[in-house]
């Protein structure tokens, strides 16, 4: 079901006291109605901030996980850990995860996967580079990025899927996409949906835009009638700001 939904992508920031500071100064805001939370502490803080949000409206989710179920794998976490101390929800297929840890379409179908076999909400993100922005190949490259990941999968594999559209030229960078550059994209991202599935499930997906989301920009990104909420980076690392764009909506 299409949702509102405004989700912290915490990166690697806040440590133990900085997440409890952080977690309880949101704690104390008051949530709409009609809005999700979700924030995305880093693995190490997974179990402590599921304890501090007990009780409360706002979610927890995992930044990446690995998609083999457990083995010789150092260093990685597999969607049963995470499963294992109550984190349902995870982003797959982040830009940076891309780029710096190469993760290729194959490994993040693998992700999709064992996220969806352990019943995981999946948050899968993608977005064009500048250049195809500018040499005018981004809705072509959306339409790729999705056929050879997500489009694989069945319709009743996308019951738990969310979809994050971040144009990677505005991560990060404080430059982010026009309203209108947004609703166009995410128009057009149901009409592939539509294509490839039907109706129903492009209208019922919630989509999210991501890319240097601040409180003075959100409202007027909030107001496209495809974007149903944002992956908020920078700014969900400051309570004031991140509810500010909660409470854009
Ligand atoms: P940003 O990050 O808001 O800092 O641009 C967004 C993201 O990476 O999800």
Redesign the pocket.
């Given at each position: 079901m299409k949702n509102k939904i405004v989700a912290g992508?915490w990166?690697m920031n806040n440590n133990k006291e900085q997440t409890k500071s952080l977690l309880n100064k949101l704690k104390s805001y008051k949530i709409p109605d009609d809005v999700r939370i979700i924030v995305a502490p880093s693995f190490t803080q997974l179990d402590q901030s599921l304890q501090i949000l007990k009780g409360t409206k706002i979610g927890v989710a995992a930044q990446n996980m690995n998609a083999a179920s457990s083995g010789a794998f150092t260093g990685e976490v597999s969607a049963e850990m995470l499963k294992g101390i109550g984190v349902n929800s995870v982003i797959i297929g982040?830009?940076?995860r891309r780029s710096l840890y190469h993760e290729s379409d194959e490994i993040l179908i693998n992700k999709v996967k064992s996220a969806i076999e352990s019943n995981m909400e999946i948050i899968f993100?993608f977005g064009e580079e500048l250049d195809d922005r500018k040499s005018g190949l981004h809705f072509e490259i959306i339409n790729k990025q999705l056929s050879s990941t997500l489009f694989n999968f069945s319709e009743s594999d996308w019951k738990k899927i969310i979809l994050?559209y971040?144009p990677v030229w505005?991560?990060?960078?404080g430059e982010t996409a026009s309203p209108s550059q947004a609703q166009e994209m995410h128009s057009y991202i149901r009409k592939i949906i539509s294509n490839r599935y039907n109706d129903n499930l492009a209208k019922n997906v919630s989509i999210l835009y991501?890319?240097?989301?601040k409180p003075n920009n959100v409202e007027e990104i909030f107001k496209g009638l495809d974007v149903d909420g944002g992956?908020?980076?920078?700014?969900s690392l400051n309570a004031e700001d991140f509810m500010a764009i909660v409470n854009a909506f």
């Open positions: 992508n990166k982040h830009s940076e993100c994050a971040e505005a991560i990060g960078t991501g890319g240097s989301v992956l908020i980076g920078g700014a």
